[in-house]
């Protein structure tokens, strides 16, 4: 059964932060994986679970990097892993496994957006490759380790994926690239992974959920001149975040909150927004957020999904 996207009044909303949402939750015991968890949403995102008692494993294509951000944070580690590399993916994922813990938690929140035209791994496009296929095959891989009984997976997505659908007859943009379009159809497959992966895994005990953060200014946008900022209104002409933009602790909530919410049981595959799931997209309007219909098509999910196992030589789930 499919998830209607209908909001279900969870008490929380867009200025919630996700400590705010983890307020009474005890996540002892409880083994996290969180890529892109040292910058960023990331590493509100791991800051907030490993509060709660969770630990938390970061996967980083700079460990270095990562360990200094993580350095005084208890319950964390690093682990070395690069989304744009297959057989990386592969070997984080088995060194995971040798150790013989089982996985509560993955929160796919690592990406790239607007960059530059690159190529990764056998030739993908990046966003297409790091955003969706790295995240793919890491969860491929994992599968073994996953709990049996309640484990979830957060894709997180954005309301970018309003630009682009699955540009299924050039998925890699070979034929004309444009950064924008580039990032929303790895938006729009994020939350059809997560609408897919969730059907699959019911007899595993396993539930996943797309989650728009929601507008904030973080590393993400390393890519884009600060001129550009201004010019899409992201900021005000002396530099400070345009109103309706989040904090990095409220853009961490939602992901969170789909991690760790017994309210969501039942709910599993839904696309969700400021700790709720997120009701249709009546406009265009990204600020606002919703959701389009292309992004919670199930026909459209089967497809990407086998497309994905034939991209990336994985077999079905």
Not at 92 to 119: H, K, Q, Y
Not at 207 to 230: C, D, N, Y
Request: contains cysteine.
């Amino acid at each position: 059964m499919i998830t209607e996207q209908r909001k279900i009044g969870t008490g929380f909303g867009a200025h919630s932060t996700a400590g705010d949402v983890l307020t009474g939750l005890d996540l002892t015991g409880t083994t996290a994986v969180v890529t892109g968890g040292y910058s960023g949403l990331g590493l509100e995102t791991t800051r907030a679970l490993v509060r709660a008692g969770a630990h938390v494993i970061v996967p980083a294509r700079r460990p270095d990097t990562a360990e200094a951000a993580l350095r005084g944070l208890s319950g964390t580690e690093v682990g070395a892993l690069d989304l744009a590399d297959p057989d990386s993916v592969r070997v984080f994922a088995e060194r995971f496994l040798e150790s013989g813990r089982t996985l509560d938690v993955l929160i796919n929140g690592a990406g790239v957006m607007a960059c530059p035209e690159t190529r990764v791994g056998p030739g993908w496009e990046a966003h297409f490759g790091i955003n969706h296929l790295g995240h793919f095959a890491l969860v491929h891989h994992l599968r073994p380790a996953f709990a049996p009984q309640g484990a979830r997976v957060v894709a997180v997505a954005s309301s970018g994926h309003f630009l682009s659908d699955i540009r299924w007859d050039d998925p890699h943009l070979r034929t004309g690239y444009d950064r924008w379009l580039a990032y929303a159809q790895s938006k729009t497959a994020n939350a059809l992974f997560a609408l897919h992966l969730d059907r699959l895994g019911t007899d595993l005990g396993l539930h996943a959920f797309a989650v728009h953060p929601g507008s904030i200014l973080t590393p993400l946008q390393r890519h884009i001149p600060r001129e550009e900022w201004l010019a899409h209104g992201w900021v005000t002409p002396d530099g400070a975040p345009a109103d309706g933009f989040k904090s990095p602790e409220q853009g961490a909530a939602t992901a969170v909150w789909a991690a760790t919410s017994p309210l969501l049981d039942g709910h599993g595959g839904a696309y969700c927004q400021d700790c709720d799931i997120a009701e249709p997209a009546t406009g265009d309007d990204m600020l606002a957020g919703g959701v389009k219909p292309w992004a919670v098509d199930p026909e459209a999910a089967t497809r990407l999904w086998d497309l994905s196992c034939e991209l990336t030589g994985l077999s079905a789930f």
